[in-house]
């Protein structure tokens, strides 16, 4: 019997920031915008309250140009600088770039921005700053000394170091694990097909191969075949195969290319059918639907 081979699979957590945001023209009272910053009162231990907004509120938000019309945005907050008296100084602005990506840090003196409201409790933030100002502007510079935490930034660098760490783990398990394993597969079929006499598809007829026991690559019964799917020519181009289910309850159709089975005849002169695939592809397969596979038979077709 061929032995069941197991892939190795990475899985890669990506992360997403607040500066990527899709804004709701629909906003209902209960639906939170990320897209603008909210002001709300707070209970302090003093006896009286205060309003206020949250400075992480303020990350990842956009700058909107006080001149423009259209909403036009300058850049994005990236971090906000503090007095000692608890005052905000500056906001770090990240200014031009893609996606976060070739952008400048620009630090913007606070009192060169103003809270516009939209609705109740809700703001954008603005700014006078023309372009000739943040292109003249020397770019912000994070001291050394200063630990960085979740800054816009240094997401960015995160995901970029994830997604070069899953690239060489997918190099690592294909060509550790997957290359290996194919060979060994494709050694196991030769072995248990050995003694089986090799049948060409073209001398079977369609009607011995209906309800033909397919089996997959690693020896498993997997189902038998229901149809055989003709091209225009009346040539057999694919077969449909029950998969799973027991006693024909709750069988999966999957299409498989003609010319990816490999058929034997038994001892008994019966067909013997195989499908060089894994039980997890053919159960995984897309489910055979007559008009899906009319209207795109190589998109449903399962081939190796």
Avoid: C
Wanted: glycine share 6%; net charge negative.
């Amino acid at each position: 019997m061929i032995r069941t081979l197991l892939a190795s699979t990475a899985m890669v957590a990506v992360l997403s920031t607040a500066a990527i945001a899709e804004t709701s023209k629909n906003t209902s009272e209960n639906e939170i915008d990320n897209s603008v910053l909210y002001e709300f009162e707070v209970t302090t231990i003093a006896p009286a309250a205060t309003t206020g907004f949250l400075a992480s509120n303020m990350i990842g938000k956009a700058i909107k140009n006080q001149q423009s019309t259209d909403g036009e945005e300058i850049g994005d907050v990236n971090d906000v600088i503090l007095g000692r008296d608890g005052s905000v100084q500056a906001v770090i602005v990240g200014v031009g770039g893609f996606l976060g990506m070739g952008e400048k840090d620009v630090a913007i003196e606070f009192d060169r921005l103003s809270f516009v409201s939209e609705r109740n409790g809700e703001f954008h933030l603005v700014s006078d700053v023309t372009h000739s100002e943040l292109e003249a502007a020397n770019a912000y510079e994070r001291p050394d000394y200063v630990p960085q935490w979740m800054t816009v930034s240094v997401v960015e660098t995160e995901m970029n170091k994830i997604s070069e760490s899953a690239q060489k783990t997918y190099e690592t398990v294909r060509e550790e694990a997957i290359a290996p394993a194919k060979k060994r597969l494709d050694a196991a079929i030769a072995d248990w097909t050995a003694e089986k006499t090799r049948v060409d598809a073209e001398t079977v007829s369609t009607e011995a191969l209906i309800d033909a026991a397919v089996y997959t690559s690693e020896d498993d019964n997997i189902g038998e075949i229901s149809q055989i799917l003709l091209d225009e020519s009346g040539k057999a181009e694919a077969v449909v195969i029950d998969v799973g289910g027991f006693l024909g309850f709750n069988e999966k159709p999957v299409a498989v290319s003609y010319d990816s089975l490999m058929l034997f005849e038994t001892d008994n002169g019966a067909i013997l059918v195989v499908a060089p695939f894994t039980k997890e592809e053919l159960e995984n397969a897309r489910t055979f639907e007559p008009g899906d596979y009319k209207a795109n038979p190589e998109g449903l077709t399962l081939k190796s």
